[in-house]
């Protein structure tokens, strides 16, 4: 019984991390597959995505407003909140600093978001100080479940059909509509696609919005379970990276089992061995980028003569 009820933990755990780090890293590598960019300042959409819904929250339970607005609106809140971030830092990054930076040199572009990260950061600081801001109603108000005489936040246990919807809607539009053809069409060889009449630089500003969004989603439903602090955006993006390179750069499936393999991994290591903590998911990306340099999903590049 110890064991059934130890290994439902792992995976219930593992499930739940899982969903939380996909939201985040599937946005990151969208942007990659189509635009060719590892995009650092992904970290800082995810921050502000965080920091706008905290603050929304904060202002829809306002004892102002909170007398005749219904608690469950707060989650449209958190939904409002990362669109608005990702329309608004997608259109401005893209458009007023990426797109002079295509067909430019990959570490001069990795460096160019990594200051825009940067920037975001101080932004943050600037907009919002530096106390912590809390978003718990949204938690609280699903209250909790036991299972097999563990507790478990209802909230936490919603990301996982959340992430199952994003994985599903992003699987259709990449598969079943004529957008997703033509991303598919510039991902294949942008220089054609152009030629065929693609608006590539139209598909690459939609494209780098869309991830923004989902990397401030990430983050707007991150905030009720955490507290909001600077620099929350540093170990997000790493781990997202950690994911996007196990499951394969620019892959949207490899995205979801590279994000399923670290949270079950990851959650074994907290039940069993808790000092493999941190170390155990570059251990496991480490081991798959030996053998598989460009990850489980991801496809070697043509080389063109």
């Not at 707060?74 to 600093?97: D, H, K, Q």
């Not at 696609?193 to 989902?214: C, D, E, M, P």
């Not at 983050?219 to 600077?230: D, E, H, L, Q």
Request: hydrophobic letters at 60%; a neutral charge.
């Amino acid at each position: 019984m110890e064991f059934l009820t130890a290994t439902i933990a792992i995976l219930i755990d593992g499930l739940m991390y899982s969903s939380w780090i996909f939201l985040v890293a599937v946005g990151l590598s969208l942007i990659f597959g189509v635009l060719g960019i590892l995009n650092i300042a992904h970290g800082g959409l995810y921050a502000f995505g965080a920091y706008v819904a905290a603050w929304g929250v904060g202002k829809y339970f306002d004892p102002e407003f909170s007398s005749f607005l219904p608690p469950f609106g707060s989650f449209a809140v958190l939904l409002l909140a990362a669109i608005a971030v990702g329309v608004v830092l997608g259109l401005v990054l893209e458009r007023g600093l990426l797109r002079f930076m295509y067909g430019r040199d990959e570490v001069i572009i990795v460096l160019v978001t990594f200051a825009a990260f940067l920037m975001l950061e101080d932004g943050i600081m600037f907009v919002f100080g530096v106390d912590p801001y809390f978003a718990f109603q949204p938690y609280a108000l699903l209250g909790n479940v036991k299972i097999l005489g563990i507790s478990y936040a209802i909230y936490e246990l919603s990301l996982i059909p959340l992430s199952l919807v994003v994985c599903a809607l992003m699987w259709w539009g990449l598969t079943r509509t004529i957008w997703g053809k033509l991303l598919q069409a510039v991902i294949h060889d942008r220089e054609i696609a152009q030629a065929f009449g693609i608006n590539v630089s139209r598909v690459f500003t939609v494209t780098f919005v869309l991830g923004a969004i989902l990397g401030a989603m990430g983050g707007a439903f991150t905030a009720p379970m955490v507290s909001v602090t600077p620099g929350m955006g540093v170990e997000v993006i790493v781990l997202a990276f950690a994911v996007v390179a196990i499951g394969g750069m620019g892959s949207i499936p490899g995205a979801a089992v590279g994000a399923l393999l670290v949270g079950i991994i990851r959650a074994a290591a907290v039940h069993l061995l808790p000092v493999l903590e941190l170390f155990i998911i570059y251990g496991v990306m480490a081991l798959v980028l030996a053998f598989r340099p460009q990850g489980l999903f991801g496809q070697a590049e043509a080389r063109k003569i």
